[in-house]
């Protein structure tokens, strides 16, 4: 993983308050000890202090509640067919901007045409999806990513 993805899983397990050893939190992150320190020097950079407990019982905490991300920390076996869709779908959500979508239904067999107006990428299951208000429906929805066929960014902005 990229060490940006590995600074913030460091930062969710230790947001639970727990005490982590260096070894401990290399295993469960797959990199060196070296790197945990690293990572650490890294966090308080960024102004997230992690205290340091000395002794054959220490490790690392961090004492002061902070919110991860989770939508940036992702599992391994993620299935994403179709990175052009993701990536358009996550502009959408920055700019904040609508987007006409051709869907496909659960079977594949019909396709039906919306405009939606994206809040969030999720995680359905092993598929990364996106909460969104459907102007068809008139209601949130969650759609698949790999069930959108076609996507386009329009030029009309949402609140």
Sequence with gaps: MSKISNVLIMLEYLSSGRKYS???????????????????????????????????????????????????????????????????????????????IEYYSKDKKMITERTIHPYDLILIGNEWGVAAYCEVKDEIRHFYINRIKKIELLENFYN
């Design 22 to 100: 260096i070894k401990e939190l290399s295993e469960k992150i797959e990199v060196s000890p070296r790197m945990i320190r690293v990572y650490k020097e890294e966090i308080e950079k960024a102004g997230i202090y992690i205290d340091t407990i000395k002794g054959p019982y220490g490790g690392y905490v961090l004492n002061q509640n902070i919110n991860v991300p989770k939508r940036f920390i992702m599992p391994n076996n993620i299935n994403v067919e179709n990175n052009e869709v993701l990536n358009l779908v996550n502009r959408s959500i920055k700019e904040k901007r609508k987007c006409y």
